[in-house]
């Protein structure tokens, strides 16, 4: 998370995702901000803590001590980080990066997070949600589904891929993400969006609910 996108329309499309949550499963998530622009000032994160609906105690600015996302060049200092934020004692755990998941790092690695990354992340705990930005996949895909935006179907392909159960909450800019190592872990967030959407048509649940 960048403070200088603090209060966009992208923080907005997060806490309507919690809010669409039942309030027993919204109130088990935590936060990591990922934060990659310095030290953020405390009324700045109570803004972010309001804005998303997460509240402070549940939200973790510098997991292993570390106020911004480490790089991979600094291979300890990232796995000191990768760490602390697995021994995060909760459940859920919401993870803000500036643009989302990656196989591997490609640059502007503090503002991503890996695959292996997020596996690290689930060994103590149900399921993650995880921020995603949009882009454009190379080479372009040739079997994504009509309502399906094709970033979106990369990436729950390359989840799948490694092993995770997963589906999206699907927007044009930007979309989230639920991870986990089981369909299990993930069930709570589908049913619970499921029935935040009793009555709404079809059409509109599948170019929202990718799974």
């Excluded at 596996?119 to 103590?124: E, P």
């Excluded at 079997?143 to 935006?149: A, G, K, L, Q």
């Excluded at 800019?173 to 872990?185: E, K, L, T």
Aim: charged share 20%; proline share 6%; with cysteine.
């Amino acid at each position: 998370m960048n403070r200088k996108y603090l209060l966009d329309s992208l923080d907005g499309l997060k806490a309507l995702v919690f809010r669409l949550l039942p309030a027993g499963v919204a109130g088990s998530i935590a936060c990591v901000p990922m934060t990659t622009d310095g030290a953020w000032t405390d009324a700045e994160k109570a803004v972010f803590e309001t804005v998303i609906g997460i509240p402070g105690e549940r939200t973790y600015w510098s997991p292993g001590g570390f106020e911004n996302v480490p790089p991979s060049k600094n291979r300890v200092a990232r796995s000191r980080w990768v760490e602390a934020v697995a021994a995060i004692n909760h459940r859920y755990l919401f993870l803000d990066p500036d643009t989302g998941f990656y196989k591997h790092h490609n640059g502007k690695s503090d503002q991503k997070v890996l695959l292996t990354e997020l596996a690290t992340m689930l060994r103590s705990r149900e399921a993650l949600i995880v921020y995603r930005h949009q882009y454009w996949p190379k080479p372009k895909l040739d079997d994504v589904p009509p309502h399906v935006y094709r970033y979106v179907w990369d990436g729950l392909r390359m989840l799948r891929n490694a092993d995770f159960a997963t589906f999206a909450y699907q927007s044009q800019a930007a979309s989230i993400f639920f991870v986990s190592r089981q369909q299990a872990g993930i069930e709570p967030f589908q049913a619970g969006l499921r029935l935040a959407f009793s009555g709404v048509s079809t059409a509109v649940i599948e170019r929202r609910l990718v799974v």
